[in-house]
């Protein structure tokens, strides 16, 4: 996949390419554990390539603007390519701007948070809600990019919002190491005013996987970054050590995190 700025009639646009589907076997790999330690909520839905990821794209996008969610609007389409509107900068770069305010950030984590609950009560699915895929705009407006996999090809809508929640607090976790609590209160609250049958898997997965974590907090610095992630949502969930476990496994065997590369791409 390549993603191309340009501008059109004065405003900003992306060229967005989908290159072919990678990554079978890392994703085979992940699917397999995830079934074997019984959390489906982290299957990861096939990477699709060429015309079959941006079809999926276009679909993806027409689905969540029917239900009032914030996405770019299709400009136009050929052969493996969609032209898309640009909805703003990314969360991860205002994250950045604004890393020495904490006041700042929390202001923008919490509007980010607002939207993704907001988005899930309107029955949508993000699919992959990280800082480089969420957006806002010069009004303060959120968005959600990147739909080019679709999770409700390997699971149902409960597990599919379960799993938003989860790749969010993962992609949160650096900006909030030395202030776990302030993430932990935002994420608690939202979650607990959430379906109840996403928090039906959050504590199953809890159940099970919580321990993990405080083994990964005397590991290497990725391994203790995840952990502190998991504790961060565990006064709110106790679910988030699912993928823990999975890192783990990886990243005892080789050093590196290529399962969490595999889901958040």
Same mark, same amino acid.
């Given at each position: ?180 609590? =302030? @993430? &932990?209160? %935002? #994420? ?5 005013? /959430? ?9 199953? *997965? ?34 988030? =050590? @699912? &993928?823990? %476990? #999975? ?5 005892? /065997? ?9 889901? *958040?791409?």
């Amino acid at each position: 996949m390549a993603v191309q700025s340009m501008r059109l009639a004065g405003r900003r646009a992306w060229i967005k390419r989908y290159g072919q589907g990678r990554r079978r076997l890392s994703l085979g790999s992940l699917d397999l554990v995830a079934r074997k330690l019984d959390l489906p909520a982290l299957r990861p839905p096939p990477h699709h390539g060429g015309p079959l990821a941006k079809e999926t794209e276009r679909r993806r996008i027409a689905e969540l603007d029917a239900l009032g969610v914030r996405v770019p609007e299709v400009l136009g389409e050929n052969g493996d390519t969609l032209l898309l509107g640009d909805i703003g900068a990314t969360l991860s770069t205002r994250l950045r701007a604004v890393r020495g305010d904490p006041q700042a950030m929390d202001g923008l984590v919490a509007k980010t948070i607002a939207a993704i609950a907001d988005a899930h009560r309107r029955g949508a699915y993000l699919g992959q809600p990280l800082p480089r895929n969420i957006t806002l705009d010069a009004g303060g407006a959120i968005g959600f990019i990147d739909f080019e996999e679709d999770p409700l090809e390997v699971m149902p809508l409960e597990q599919a919002q379960a799993r938003d929640w989860l790749l969010f607090a993962f992609g949160m976790a650096k900006y909030y190491h030395d202030r776990p609590e =302030a @993430l &932990a209160r %935002m #994420l608690g609250e939202v979650m607990r005013a /959430g379906p109840p049958q996403v928090g039906r898997h959050a504590r199953h *997965v809890g159940m099970r996987l919580h321990g993990i974590a405080r083994l990964a907090r005397k590991l290497g610095r990725s391994a203790r970054t995840f952990a502190h992630a998991v504790f961060v949502i565990h006064g709110a969930t106790a679910w988030l =050590a @699912l &993928a823990l %476990m #999975l890192l783990l496994i990886d990243w005892i /065997g080789d050093g590196e995190l290529d399962l969490l590369q595999a889901i *958040v791409g």
